[in-house]
């Protein structure tokens, strides 16, 4: 069976987009076994790399399958016309939209470009399957019925929370069947925690929010100061002598100077502090997991980076900007989160240092939290074995 996948990156920079990709296909192999079929995927986005389809495959030890790059471009017909007769290949094509861009949040032209891959597949007349992301919300009323277009024209809509569940059912006439994200089945190898004379806890700050999103002017709507809640929040970590303060980069770039870089943010912060340990700039979402895995108690303000710690047993703290940290996590039972767009700068670091001084609650309660998560997962294992093996007949 060809499977087409839209809106993941095995090349990103950013570790959440690939740990997306690694996970879905994870998961996509899974049903493939149960299946007795072999899987190809279509990958089709930009930038996909040669050498990481090679590291993806190795890393998830995929031999059989075939992982094909298909480079798109919107400017040019005759590319236009090629990914349509790519996408004829195809048996279904599965779209994650990088998990939170089916939204104008980030801006309208990112969504209409986003928009643009669903209407190649449905001019190709190929099943269109939703997988879980956030849905919503949208600004503007273009956006908006585009979104319903791409809805109601799906064969199958899934959502990683209830809150978008109910956004799209608010104005779309398609189920929606809620499962929760697929990077809670990412794996990873499990070791010690770095030290054991202090507590190990990790800090990931966001380049993004930390420059005022891609327009530098609290794009996002922040009601905290985040680079001063940060600074304040590593100053009480250090001075409490209680802990080893790791600080955790999941956007890696390139360029130094990008906006989304978490790398700058980091090193900013350790040159106040010299004290923090900065992680290293991670090749695969996987190797993010594994180190993310050794830590006591892990804060993070990009999501996957907050799953990955939260599915491999941390105790977790996420930093919200965006409702998709919220829907997340209530959907699963997990209301510790610290919610940026809401709460003043001394009530965002107050309640911080309240569930850092509870961590074993929040782990009692993450514990369960993680059960339902892996339940989760199966029902859309569950779902998709008996989608995809109707398509194959």
Known sequence: MRIGLFGVNISSENKGVMALAYSQIVILQSVADKMNEQFDYYLFGFDQNIKDIDLLKNVLKIHNSKIISIQMGYKSISKTLNVIKILKKCDVVLNLTGGDSFSDI?????????????????????????????????????????????????????????????????????????????????????KDVFHGDKIDIGLNLSGLLWNGGYTGKNQLGLTINYREYCSKLVRY???????????????????????????????????????????????????????????????????HATIASFSSGVVTIPVAYSRKFIGLFRNLGYNYVIDACNMDDDEAYNETINYINNAEKLKSVGNGSQEKANKLIKGYKSKLLKILTEIGR
Do not use: W
């Open 106 to 190: 980030y801006g309208v032209k990112r969504f209409i470009l986003n928009s643009l891959e669903n209407k190649y597949v449905f001019l190709a007349k190929i099943p269109l399957i939703m997988s879980p992301q956030t849905y919503g919300p949208f600004k503007t009323k273009i956006c908006k019925h585009i979104s319903k277009k791409i809805i109601e024209n799906s064969i199958f809509v899934f959502s990683r929370d209830e809150i978008s569940a109910k956004y799209l059912q608010s104005y779309c006439r398609n189920n929606v069947h809620i499962v929760t994200d697929v990077a809670f089945d990412l794996p990873y190898e499990k």
């Open 237 to 303: 970590l250090i001075e409490s002598n209680k802990y080893h303060v790791h600080l955790i980069p999941h956007v890696i770039c390139q360029e130094y100077s990008n906006c989304e870089n978490d790398v700058s943010a980091c090193e900013e912060i350790s040159r106040l502090y010299p004290e923090c340990v900065v992680a290293p700039s991670f090749r695969t979402p996987i190797e993010a997991k594994n180190y993310i895995s050794r830590m006591n108690i892990f804060m993070g303000s990009r999501m």
